[in-house]
């Protein structure tokens, strides 16, 4: 057995929550902001736009695989943002879907109930805490991102069991997402301290992420491990961007390395 040949990961469209979020980042307050709060996350639909996007993106998957034929497996998760992109970009094939929950949104509890100009005040040490460690602290009521990892882990046990040597796509969240490059790059929580000033994983809707065994240049060239990463916008595609990047999948570290390492968090004692 052996990991899928190509591991291709879409964000979904833009959501009915997304455009709420977006007008309380500027202060201000959507007219479904409402009636979003009220409905449980993993009901809420895509926005027109999110729609459109999913659409369009479509036109672009058959420009880069022919087809969504190319993939031997299609997942996506659970949320009916999802479902509904799924569905937008497959409508005219005969492709079968797996709804898997593992690929869920990560879990944001009461904690992402709160407009975020509230979240200090209603969450005070939630927010402090987080802000100094996004990778391990858990929300009230949700996950962390080592929970969503975690059920990443388990996820790609079951397709280097399922889905050997195959071809799979994946709809499913950002913050999904991240965690499967957290694995598969091998990163360390630190490497998600800045996460959000780290445009390279800040995937937008209907933004995609590729890992391949197959070394992109030499169709011979097939690795045990994932070593190539490509990252295309389907909604907006510019493909002077969607370069791929070889990566190290077996990273370890010296013992200076680690020194190192350590040496970054000044120690309070002596």
Known sequence: ??????????????SEANV?????????KSSIEDLVNNRADWKQRLSPLGK????????????????????????TSPFIR??????????????????????????????????????KEEFPLTTKLANNDPWYIRLD??????????????????????????????????????SFCYDIEKKLPEDWDNIWQNKIYDI??????????????DAKDVR???????????SNRDTSKEEWVEFDPDKSFSCDEIARQVDNYRPFMN
């Open 1 to 14: 057995m052996a990991h899928p040949l190509r591991l291709v990961m879409i964000r979904h469209g833009e």
């Open 224 to 234: 045990s491990y994932y070593s190539w990463r490509r990252m295309i916008n389907l």
């Open 52 to 75: 459109e996007q999913a659409q369009k993106a479509a036109l672009e998957l058959k420009k880069i695989y022919g087809s969504l034929n190319f993939f031997d497996k299609h997942y």
């Open 20 to 28: 709420v979020q977006k007008a309380q980042k500027y202060g201000k």
């Open 82 to 119: 999802a479902r509904e992109t799924a569905w937008n970009i497959s409508r005219f094939s005969n492709i079968r879907w797996y709804i898997d929950d593992r690929l869920s949104e990560r879990i944001w509890g009461i904690y992402g109930l709160v407009p975020r100009k509230k979240l």
């Open 204 to 217: 937008s809707n209907l933004g995609l992420v590729e890992y391949s065994r197959v070394n992109p240049l």
């Open 141 to 178: 009521g949700g996950e962390s991102l080592f929970d969503v990892y975690n059920r990443v882990k388990d996820f790609r046990e079951k397709m280097w069991r399922a889905d050997s040597g195959e071809n799979v796509l994946i709809v499913a969240h950002k913050q999904l997402i991240q």
